[in-house]
């Protein structure tokens, strides 16, 4: 029987192209009917699949010089096993190369016909012998050279050179493939903290506190995060230190009343009630169903009380009296997070930024006419683009009026009070900070327009 490692990574990669799966969605879809992989297997299961989906525009660049228009026209199985064979040829040393084109064409043996099984072993062989021999764009092309360097689309390279300089952009294309480490935030509910930390240092690799919130702890160890010590009883959620921050700008307090929109999976709703020492009252309004119940059973897990989960549009449900603060996460293109999720660039287009701002303004139109005077409105997003976020805040404040930029609160991280600009934005940035990217601005409402 063939690599089941393998064939589990070029069934995952497939059906991230065609079915819109998120890589961790995909693996567990492929590999659930297999039986259990070892720890070992795991391992090297995800690293083939967010290897390949991280460095597949300069894969593709050589499987493109070798095999020309015979590479596209192939079906998606074929291309996707040639690209995980490239990967472990021209990326992973501790594989030699000679075994991946072996185990690559006796999978092709599963998925193609004979024509196809030679065509894998051809291509991959070639690329073993002239890997070394295919140049890529020159310097002084410096979009194609950078989008092929450093495996990214070439509109999203444009984009970042115009924006930042070749230089940034050179750093931030670098940085958006490294994989990122794994941030917990520790539940502040639960009791003895220090004691769990100690239990949880002995259980990792490697522990240390994250740079920029108090609530963080970086964490290096192998194996699947439900294995942690603390998992099951809520000790801590698996956050990244840009997203905690963003919590942090609400100024939630004990008592509070506040509506977190586009709730799911419940990350920020449930760092909110634990500022909140679990006292007040959060609605966590979610439009998806399924999505909703991700909500609810983190709350359970998390021992958390005061989060109500609620199905409804944030475009356009009504509430009768007035939050204390909102929070809009607002959906959007997700490029702040490709280094976690590289699937993202890959299927995101220039023209989808446009798609979103409109959903983006529907959500802040709505939902700001339930904020109290005097009360927060914090907006927030997981891209860098600047229609998703500056642009967005610009129109919303042209058109609505009684609300202006407001400074983050007292107790925000004085270590990451850097990253808010002299306009008042929040900025997090895979180069400069080791987080995902991401924006959030603070609002304050100057009069009443409850509707």
Not at 355 to 380: I, T
Not at 425 to 433: C, G, K, L, R, Y
Request: glycine share 10%; net charge positive.
């Amino acid at each position: 029987m063939s690599d089941p490692v393998r064939r589990s990574a070029a069934s995952a990669l497939t059906l991230i192209d065609g079915k819109g799966l998120f890589a961790d969605e995909a693996i567990a879809r492929s590999a659930g009917g297999a039986a259990p992989l070892g720890g070992r297997d795991r391992a090297l299961l995800f690293e083939l699949v967010y290897g390949t989906l991280r460095w597949r525009g300069r894969i593709d660049y050589f499987l493109g010089a070798l095999a020309h228009r015979s590479f596209r026209t192939n079906p998606p199985e074929i291309r996707n096993l040639l690209r995980i064979g490239a990967y472990q040829i021209l990326f992973l040393d501790r594989v030699p190369p000679w075994a991946a084109v072996d185990t690559a064409t006796e999978l092709a043996k599963e998925f193609g016909n004979p024509g196809q099984v030679r065509f894998v072993n051809g291509v991959l062989r070639n690329l073993v012998r002239r890997k070394e021999k295919i140049p890529l764009p020159g310097p002084g092309d410096t979009i194609p050279h950078l989008a092929v360097k450093h495996s990214c689309p070439e509109w999203l390279v444009r984009r970042w050179v115009s924006r930042f300089g070749k230089e940034r952009a050179e750093r931030l294309l670098a940085a958006c493939n490294k994989p990122p480490a794994t941030t917990l935030r520790i539940n502040s509910l639960k009791p003895d903290p220090g004691e769990y930390l100690e239990r949880l240092a002995g259980a990792v690799e490697k522990l240390i506190p994250h740079q920029l919130c108090p609530e963080g702890v970086v964490v290096e160890f192998s194996g699947p995060v439900e294995k942690l010590p603390g998992f099951r009883e809520g000790r801590f959620y698996v956050q990244d230190g840009g997203a905690i921050l963003i919590s942090r700008m609400v100024g939630a307090r004990a008592g509070n009343r506040i509506l977190d929109a586009c709730a799911a999976p419940g990350g920020k709703a449930s760092h909110l009630a634990e500022l909140m020492a679990d006292e007040g009252e959060i609605i966590a309004l979610e439009v998806d169903p399924l999505r909703l119940g991700r909500i609810e059973e983190n709350m359970e897990r998390l021992g958390i009380t005061i989060v109500r989960p609620l199905l409804g549009d944030g475009r356009s449900i009504r509430f009768g009296e007035p939050f204390d603060h909102v929070l809009i996460d607002a959906p959007c293109s997700g490029l702040g997070t490709i280094r976690r999720h590289p699937e993202a660039k890959w299927r995101k287009k220039e023209e989808d930024l446009a798609r979103h701002r409109e959903r983006q303004l529907g959500l802040l139109r709505n939902l700001s006419r339930f904020v109290r005077a005097g009360g927060s409105l914090v907006y927030s997003t997981c891209s860098t683009e600047p229609e998703e976020n500056g642009e967005v805040i610009g129109t919303f404040l042209r058109e609505e009026g009684g609300f202006t930029v407001a400074p983050v609160p007292a107790d925000f991280p004085a270590a990451a009070r850097s990253m808010i600009d002299d306009k008042g934005f929040f900025h997090a940035w895979p180069d400069e900070h080791d987080t995902d990217g991401f924006f959030a601005v603070r609002l304050v409402r100057q009069k009443d327009r409850l509707a």
